[in-house]
Every structure is written in C-alpha cells, then in structure tokens.
C-alpha cells in the first residue's frame, strides 16, 4: 500500500480524534521545543559573544590588582584603598613589553579620573569620567551614534575633549537633540569639587541590553578622556588596570598566567595587594563551557521528555489499535496483507510525532527569538538542530509506534472481526 | 448438465479446536463440498453446526486441521500467510452481517480498499469504486461516511466493496441478519441481481430456511456434518 495513502489515513484518524492527539504529542512537543530553544539561544549567545570579543578579546589579557587574602584565605574585613604606591607603573610596563617583545603588542590602559557632575548651560547630568589610551578605546568597541574618536594629536597632546553617551547628551539637551549638532559643544564637569571644561567629539551609544547589563561593564555615566587628560588631572601617571593586547597566535590562558607571575614579583612584599591578570580566551572557555552544562542540562531534561512522549505515543497507539480491532479484521478479511497492516500504524505513529515535532520547533524558535530578543543580539536558528529535532521525532514515531503495530499486524482476522 | 468449473473443492475438511487438549473440540467432520462456478448457494444450520468456521475455511481466513480446499483453482490449503492475503483479496469478495465498514472512511474510500491492496492506482480505484456503487444504488451517497448512511445502505456499499476485486466468489455471512424484513429483501435482490447478471458464485451463509429456498442449491450443516444438498427454489427465479 503508498506511503501517500497511509499519511492520508492517519491524518484522517488523528483528526477524529484532535484532542486526544494533541495530548499524545505534548512530550513530544515538551521535548522538542526545549532542545530548539536552548539551542537557538546558545548559538545566539555564542554569536553574540563572539561578535563582540571577536576584535579585542580574544587576543587581550586584562591586568588589575586583587586584595590579598590572609593566612587563613579570607579576604581582610576591611578593604584597604589602593594607594598611588600599589598601583602598576609605566617603568613596570615598559619592562614587561621588553621581557615579552615578541607578544606584548600594546596597552589599553583606562584611568578612573573621578566622578562627578557634567553640566551644560542649566541641565546637569551624573558622570564618570575614564580616560583611555588609543588602545583602550579602541577595543572598547563603543558605536559612535554622533562624532568619532579622539585624534591622535589629542591623545598625545592631552587635549581637554570628550566622548559622552547618547544617554548622557539626552539628559543634558533633551530627549529631541540633535546629537550631530552638539559635536563641538563645550561642557563642564565638576569632578571632586574641581571644574574642568570639555568639548564633547563624540557620542556612543548606550548598549542597554540585559546581556550587557548581566555581562558588560558599560554605565549610562561613562564618559571618555584621552589618558594623558586623565593623568594630567589626577597629576599621577600610576595605573591601577590595563589590558595587554597580545599576539592572536599565543595560548592566552598560559600567557595569562606568566604574565601574573612576572608582575607578582612587584607585589611579593606588599601587604594589602597582589597582581592578576585574566585572559579573555579563558573567560570564553568558561563561558561556552558553561553554556556545554546548560545544553547537557537541558538535552538531558528533553531526553526524559522524548522518553516519556514516545512511550505516549505507544500507549495511545495501543489503544487505538484495540478500539479499531474491527477494523483491522475487516481490512484482513479484504486482503490486507500484515506489512500493510503494520506500515499502516507504524506511519500513524511517525505522523503523530512529527507534528508534534513540527508544533515543538515552531515553539522552539519562538522561545529562542523571545531568549535572543532579551540578550538584544541576533537570532541564529541553526538547520542542523531542525533536522535533529524532526529527524529524532521519526525515529521516535517508528520505535514507538513499532511495537503496537506489530500487535496489530499480527491479529488474527476471526479473532478481530468477532470483536465487540 | 455441461461440465462446469469447479469453483470450490472442499474434501475431507475437519477442523479442530484445542487439539491435544482434554476438551479437544472436532468442530467439522469431514466436509466433501465442490460449488460450481455461477452458482447461488446457501448454507443453513443451527448456530453450533459449524456454519462460521466453514465460512471462515472457504473464505480462507482460517485453515483446515485435515483435508484439501482448492479455490478457483489454487490449492489454498497449500499456502503461506501471505498468500491467503491475495487470495482473499483477489477471489473472495465478504459481505458480513455488520457490514464491517470502516469508519470515518467514505463510501467510496470504502469500496476502494480492496482495490488499494491490489495495488491498483488511484484513478483507476476511484473509478471503479464509483460504478459499482452506481450497480447497487448507491451513486448518490458516495461521499457519505458510513455513520450517515442507514443499514440498508451500508449493507449495498459492504457488497460494491466485496465486488470490487472481481471476485470468484462472494461469501456473505448472513447479509440480512441486521437488516429489517424490507430492507434484507432489497439487499437479497442485489445478490440475485449479481447472480442473474453477472453470473458470481455467491455463497449465502444463513439460518433463515426463507433466504436459503431462494437459492439454486441449499446445504445443510449439522453438527460439523453435511446431512442435506438439495436444489431451491432459486432455480426457476
């Protein structure tokens, strides 16, 4: 008998009897659309991830400084200020590039120049101000929305220029301003009682999704100096945090690791401070290795939900079977060979699970896009899980469905048609 | 009389139930029974005589414990499993007491099912399905789902089914028994219909003595025995 005939049939049989359907294909529906969603906002994740290391971060170690802990391994009650003493220095710098010339490729070095208020004419906003060397903002990877970045005479000169947010500018021009036309502006910020007047070159844009609100380290007040700015400022030229751009082709996690012990020698005999540095590559690797948990997780939790829908699909196959027990006699009685029989079922089966593998990939994706949508990055839908999903709802329909028409198959035809 | 083809041999048919148990039951005892081709035959009994498991013996559902049946010329007692699923399809047309028709299926879908095992491609089904459902009146109601047809109408739809392969016999177990006094002889007008026109074996398996005197031949069947083979009245009709 056509395939064509049997897939006729059972969406015929499935269709007297829709809800009863639906409830045999809710595991599978469960099952699949866990695995399409987790794997919808995985791949998006690493997307996303990816996208936004791709330029820096693969290839950066960020420096800083830790509290040393005591004895004991707790960190002390109270936490000491970093003193101009602790922090790393330019000569520290300079000696770690000529210990490593052949990796060391630069510094992205951020100051901490003071928090405050910036104000323009009446309207007042909160600030941070950072200043960065070229290199930093750089591989800050901000959208300028309005302007661009400090040239490099004002780096080198230490101009008194600034980058400000698209939050920022609102606050102090209106929610209407014309973001093109402020470029120029002068502002003042008064930082620890100090003023020092700016003019803004550019404006970024604020990424304000709960990705980089969970993840990133963007504040709405962040606004951008040249270093040099920064340090004429602060009149220190310690650094207290500094990224190392690194030759792409070196091992970061290692790298990370000799570079904390070379800076770990400056810090033997302080008592409050030690030096860390951390290298992106192994951040990522924890990242994914923690998005491998979760999609462990959850194929896990899908596994048991297929389980469970397959052994449905069974169970109600069964039953359908012994209510068209007749039917089965009568379609022997007029020359219906048992392979016929038992392809007629098995395909009620297979239908059965694919749509509700079909349903379980439409919610699946839904989920994903809502999943992506929160994290504001891109929904990547990978064809490979949908043909995964669809392809093991088959398999499902044929082992599950195998047993009860193989049942049915072997009826004997009296037996069935005297049945009441 | 001119030799005529034998349609179904049966000789030396026993059939035994729980054999080798205590209550070993021999519920045929040597049936020697041969119907020519175009004849109209019925077979009356008590309920108990063996009727149904003759039936089921000609209609090659089941298998003899002992003796030989040939069918239009193959030896069914001789085949496999799948064999007697073609031959069922092929030479036996049912007709059964409960119509036995699948729901949720239309009339047409209904008649096609034989000729769906057959393998016979879907035009050509349809097509066949729909004159025979015209032969037996039915051409109006081909699209109805058996749930909304009355007995009568299901019975005429049960015998364009049995029809559609072309069957060497037809073998009707008690076609009229559900069916009220009018609706049975409108239902038997079409068997006598198919026997004067197309000339079809038809095997009427009854308790009714009325039915059966319609027919050419009527056996009787008592306790696994043939103790009657007399000609009916359906000779002169």
Redesign the interface.
Known sequence: ??IM?NIRLAL??LK?NKMRALLTMLGIIIGISSVIGIMTVGDSLTEKVNSSLGGMGLSTLSVGLNLRKDENGNYPENYPEPQDKDFYTVEMLKKYQETFPEIVKGFAINKNAGAGELSAGSKHTAITVVGGTKDYLETNRKKYVAGELFSIPMMQNGSQVIIISNKAAKELYGDNVDLNAIIGNEVQASLDNKFFNYTIVGVYELDESPYEQLFGSGRSSDAYIPYKTAAKLTHTTCIQSFDVIIDATVNGADFGQKTQQFFERYYKHNPNFTAYAFSMAAAMDSISGMMNSITAAIAVIAGIALLVGGIGVMNIMLVSITERT??I??????????S?IRLQFVVEAVVICIIGGIIGVILGILMGKVGASLMNTECVISAKSILLSLGSSMGIGVFFGYYPANKAAKMD??EA?RYE | MEERKKIIELSGIVKKFFIGSPNELTVLKGIDLTVYEGEFVAIVGASGSGKSTLMNIIGSLDRPTEGGYVLDGVKVTDCRDSELSRIRNAKIGFVFQTYNLIAKTNALMNVELPLLYAGVSGKKRSERAAELLTLVGMEDRMKHLPEELSGGQKQRVAIARAMANDPAIVLADEPTGALDSATGRLVMDIFHRLHDEQHKTIVLITHSPELAEECERVITLKDGEITGDRPGRGKAC
């Open positions: 008998m056509l005939e015929m049989s007297a007749r039917e006699g009568t379609r022997k009685a007029l020359g219906a060979p048992n016929s035809p009296i048609l």
